[in-house]
Protein backbone atom coordinates (compact mmCIF):
# COMPACT_ATOMS: atom_id res chain seq x y z
CA UNK A 1 0.00 0.00 0.00
CA UNK A 2 1.11 3.14 -0.72
CA UNK A 3 2.19 5.48 2.27
CA UNK A 4 -0.93 7.98 1.34
CA UNK A 5 -3.26 5.18 1.88
CA UNK A 6 -3.85 5.25 -2.24
CA UNK A 7 -3.78 2.72 -4.18
CA UNK A 8 -0.43 0.80 -4.64
CA UNK A 9 -1.58 0.17 -8.49
CA UNK A 10 -0.58 3.93 -8.85
CA UNK A 11 1.76 4.30 -6.46
CA UNK A 12 4.07 7.66 -8.11
CA UNK A 13 6.59 6.89 -5.75
CA UNK A 14 10.70 6.98 -7.00
CA UNK A 15 11.36 3.44 -7.18
CA UNK A 16 14.03 4.39 -9.50
CA UNK A 17 12.80 3.80 -12.99
CA UNK A 18 13.11 6.42 -15.56
CA UNK A 19 9.73 6.83 -16.50
CA UNK A 20 6.83 8.72 -17.04
CA UNK A 21 3.41 8.37 -15.14
CA UNK A 22 1.51 6.96 -18.42
CA UNK A 23 4.56 4.73 -18.99
CA UNK A 24 3.80 3.43 -15.18
CA UNK A 25 0.55 2.79 -15.30
CA UNK A 26 1.38 0.79 -18.74
CA UNK A 27 3.81 -1.41 -17.03
CA UNK A 28 1.03 -1.96 -14.16
CA UNK A 29 -1.69 -2.90 -16.71
CA UNK A 30 0.74 -4.77 -18.48
CA UNK A 31 1.24 -6.49 -14.80
CA UNK A 32 -2.34 -7.01 -14.25
CA UNK A 33 -2.46 -8.81 -17.18
CA UNK A 34 0.31 -11.64 -16.67
CA UNK A 35 -0.78 -11.95 -13.24
CA UNK A 36 -4.35 -12.45 -14.50
CA UNK A 37 -2.86 -14.95 -17.11
CA UNK A 38 -1.14 -16.82 -14.34
CA UNK A 39 -4.24 -17.65 -12.68
CA UNK A 40 -6.30 -18.18 -15.45
CA UNK A 41 -5.50 -21.85 -16.36
CA UNK A 42 -5.68 -23.07 -12.90
CA UNK A 43 -9.13 -21.42 -12.54
CA UNK A 44 -10.40 -23.11 -15.95
CA UNK A 45 -9.04 -26.50 -14.95
CA UNK A 46 -10.95 -26.01 -11.60
CA UNK A 47 -14.14 -25.13 -13.55
CA UNK A 48 -13.73 -28.16 -16.09
CA UNK A 49 -13.57 -30.54 -13.26
CA UNK A 50 -16.46 -29.18 -11.80
CA UNK A 51 -18.15 -29.26 -14.92
CA UNK A 52 -17.33 -32.81 -16.12
CA UNK A 53 -17.98 -33.90 -12.17
CA UNK A 54 -21.99 -33.63 -13.19
CA UNK A 55 -21.60 -36.02 -15.53
CA UNK A 56 -19.82 -38.98 -13.65
CA UNK A 57 -22.28 -42.02 -12.42
CA UNK A 58 -21.41 -41.09 -8.41
CA UNK A 59 -22.87 -37.33 -8.90
CA UNK A 60 -26.04 -38.93 -8.43
CA UNK A 61 -24.85 -40.24 -5.05
CA UNK A 62 -24.21 -36.82 -3.46
CA UNK A 63 -25.79 -36.49 0.04
CA UNK A 64 -27.31 -33.06 0.58
CA UNK A 65 -23.96 -31.18 1.62
CA UNK A 66 -21.98 -32.77 -0.98
CA UNK A 67 -24.56 -31.54 -3.61
CA UNK A 68 -24.70 -27.83 -1.78
CA UNK A 69 -20.84 -28.10 -1.87
CA UNK A 70 -20.46 -28.73 -5.34
CA UNK A 71 -22.79 -25.70 -5.99
CA UNK A 72 -21.04 -23.43 -4.03
CA UNK A 73 -18.19 -24.31 -5.98
CA UNK A 74 -19.89 -24.24 -9.11
CA UNK A 75 -20.93 -20.55 -8.10
CA UNK A 76 -17.36 -19.72 -7.39
CA UNK A 77 -15.77 -21.05 -10.47
CA UNK A 78 -18.50 -19.01 -12.80
CA UNK A 79 -17.62 -15.59 -10.30
CA UNK A 80 -13.73 -16.77 -10.29
CA UNK A 81 -14.10 -16.46 -14.82
CA UNK A 82 -16.02 -13.54 -15.17
CA UNK A 83 -14.00 -11.87 -12.46
CA UNK A 84 -10.77 -12.48 -14.64
CA UNK A 85 -12.82 -11.11 -17.62
CA UNK A 86 -13.55 -7.74 -15.84
CA UNK A 87 -10.03 -5.98 -15.95
CA UNK A 88 -10.05 -6.65 -20.00
CA UNK A 89 -13.82 -5.59 -20.36
CA UNK A 90 -13.10 -2.79 -18.25
CA UNK A 91 -9.99 -2.04 -20.37
CA UNK A 92 -12.54 -2.60 -23.89
CA UNK A 93 -14.78 -0.90 -22.59
CA UNK A 94 -12.81 2.68 -21.60
CA UNK A 95 -9.56 1.60 -24.12
CA UNK A 96 -8.80 5.33 -26.26
CA UNK A 97 -11.12 7.59 -23.22
CA UNK A 98 -7.69 8.98 -21.85
CA UNK A 99 -8.91 6.94 -18.38
CA UNK A 100 -5.50 4.46 -18.22
CA UNK A 101 -5.73 5.76 -14.38
CA UNK A 102 -8.96 4.15 -13.61
CA UNK A 103 -8.36 1.09 -15.64
CA UNK A 104 -4.98 0.24 -13.73
CA UNK A 105 -6.87 1.59 -10.25
CA UNK A 106 -10.04 -0.47 -11.06
CA UNK A 107 -8.14 -3.42 -12.57
CA UNK A 108 -6.14 -3.74 -9.62
CA UNK A 109 -9.42 -4.46 -7.29
CA UNK A 110 -10.78 -6.99 -9.94
CA UNK A 111 -7.70 -8.90 -9.93
CA UNK A 112 -7.49 -8.63 -6.30
CA UNK A 113 -11.56 -10.33 -6.02
CA UNK A 114 -10.24 -12.81 -8.59
CA UNK A 115 -7.48 -13.95 -6.68
CA UNK A 116 -9.44 -14.77 -3.28
CA UNK A 117 -12.53 -15.74 -5.27
CA UNK A 118 -10.07 -18.21 -7.31
CA UNK A 119 -8.47 -18.89 -3.68
CA UNK A 120 -11.56 -20.19 -2.29
CA UNK A 121 -13.25 -22.09 -5.04
CA UNK A 122 -8.99 -24.22 -4.71
CA UNK A 123 -9.48 -24.69 -1.18
CA UNK A 124 -13.27 -25.97 -1.95
CA UNK A 125 -12.05 -27.94 -4.63
CA UNK A 126 -9.75 -29.89 -2.18
CA UNK A 127 -12.06 -30.66 0.29
CA UNK A 128 -14.69 -31.58 -2.20
CA UNK A 129 -12.17 -33.84 -3.65
CA UNK A 130 -11.48 -35.41 -0.41
CA UNK A 131 -14.74 -35.94 0.72
CA UNK A 132 -15.71 -37.81 -2.65
CA UNK A 133 -13.18 -40.01 -2.39
CA UNK A 134 -12.09 -40.64 1.53
CA UNK A 135 -15.02 -39.21 3.16
CA UNK A 136 -16.30 -36.42 5.08
CA UNK A 137 -14.06 -36.58 7.67
CA UNK A 138 -10.72 -36.40 5.50
CA UNK A 139 -13.25 -33.64 3.51
CA UNK A 140 -13.06 -31.32 6.21
CA UNK A 141 -9.17 -31.65 7.36
CA UNK A 142 -8.43 -31.35 3.18
CA UNK A 143 -10.59 -28.01 3.66
CA UNK A 144 -8.55 -26.76 7.01
CA UNK A 145 -5.29 -27.93 5.52
CA UNK A 146 -6.09 -25.62 2.42
CA UNK A 147 -7.67 -22.72 4.56
CA UNK A 148 -4.46 -22.77 6.45
CA UNK A 149 -2.59 -22.64 3.47
CA UNK A 150 -4.15 -19.83 1.58
CA UNK A 151 -3.59 -17.97 4.85
CA UNK A 152 -0.39 -18.53 5.04
CA UNK A 153 -0.32 -17.42 1.18
CA UNK A 154 -2.03 -14.54 1.25
CA UNK A 155 -0.63 -12.91 5.24
CA UNK A 156 2.14 -14.53 6.41
CA UNK A 157 4.19 -15.12 3.05
CA UNK A 158 3.81 -11.25 2.29
CA UNK A 159 4.35 -10.11 5.57
CA UNK A 160 7.70 -11.82 5.83
CA UNK A 161 8.63 -10.68 2.48
CA UNK A 162 7.80 -6.87 3.46
CA UNK A 163 9.48 -7.01 6.46
CA UNK A 164 12.79 -8.38 4.79
CA UNK A 165 12.49 -5.26 2.24
Known amino acids: MATDGSDPSVDDRDDGRDETRIERLDRNW ?4 QELRATQTGTQIMTGFLLAAAFQPRFLDLDGYELWLYL ?12 GLAPVILHRQLFGLR ?6 RRGNR ?6 LVATLLAVGVAGFIFEIALGRIAGFIALGAA ?9 VVPRLANRRS
Open 30 to 33: NDIL
Open 72 to 83: VLVALACAATLL
Open 99 to 104: QKEQIV
Open 110 to 115: LLRAHL
Open 147 to 155: LVAAALLWV
